[in-house]
């Protein structure tokens, strides 16, 4: 376990409304990561952190942003929440020393209305 | 782009046999293999990895097998009981040092009594 936490666990909003997720770490881990799972996609890839104020997308980073101000939060944004956005987000983190390792959290289940 | 593909979707098996989750992944830089297991309701955790210098890893009751030839790499699970019941997933490295990872889709493996 390397020590994160995701808050909160169960959101439920509606369309259009702003929603930020929040990753917290413990582990002093350089690299952060946000994903989101669906059913028959696995988990796909939103935005990476790869240090403080340092990001970039993924596979599937529309209608997402991120920010990192410091090492142990990463943030994840729907600036306008849509029905697509319905998903389960995991956070990852990975240590720069421990090779590519990536560490989950617990989820945020998040039903967009 | 990058692509991990995962077979079978679902797997079913009598506790004490054997299960085989086979992936091939498309992108020949790819060098860490993990292998996640993820249980209802919780995030994935590493059960076992491997890297392109080695063809076989074993721990426990879990194997790995990688083909770099063939991009092939597969995790074997033996006398499987119940607890192994779960949702497993492969993953394969990506876009050099940032330790970024494309997953298969998942097997869902169900462990009978």
């Known amino acids: 376990d390397a020590g994160i936490t995701q808050s909160p666990r169960h959101k439920v909003t509606e369309t259009g409304t702003p929603v930020t997720l929040r990753c917290h770490q413990t582990?002093?881990?350089?690299?952060m990561y946000w994903y989101r799972q669906d059913p028959g996609h696995g988990l796909r890839l939103i935005h990476y952190?790869?240090?403080?104020?340092?990001?970039d997308k993924g596979e599937v980073s529309d209608g997402y942003s991120v920010s990192r101000s410091k090492t142990e939060d990463f943030l994840l944004t729907l600036e306008s929440a849509t029905s697509s956005q319905t998903s389960v987000y995991f956070c990852?983190?990975?240590?720069?020393?421990?090779?590519?390792?990536?560490?989950f959290g617990p989820g945020t289940r998040l039903l967009v209305l | 782009g990058e692509n991990v593909e995962q077979h079978p979707s679902t797997l079913s098996v009598q506790e004490g046999d054997s299960a085989v989750i086979k992936c091939t992944y498309s992108?020949?830089?790819?060098?860490?293999f993990p292998w996640y297991k993820q249980e209802l309701g919780k995030g994935p955790q590493l059960i076992i990895d491997?890297?392109?210098?080695?063809g076989e890893k074993k721990d426990q009751r879990i194997a790995v097998t990688l083909n770099k030839t063939a991009k092939h790499f597969s995790l074997h699970i033996t006398e499987t009981q119940p607890e192994d019941s779960a949702v497993y997933f492969c993953?394969?490295?990506?876009?050099?040092?940032?330790?970024?990872?494309?997953f298969g889709k998942g097997t869902k493996l169900s462990v009978k009594p």
């Open positions: 990852a983190t990975r240590g720069a020393d421990r090779g590519e390792t990536q560490y």
């Open positions: 582990e002093n881990h350089r690299y």
């Open positions: 952190s790869y240090g403080v104020k340092d990001t």
């Open positions: 992108d020949s830089a790819s060098n860490y």
């Open positions: 491997i890297r392109s210098n080695v």
């Open positions: 993953a394969a490295s990506y876009g050099g040092s940032q330790g970024n990872l494309i």
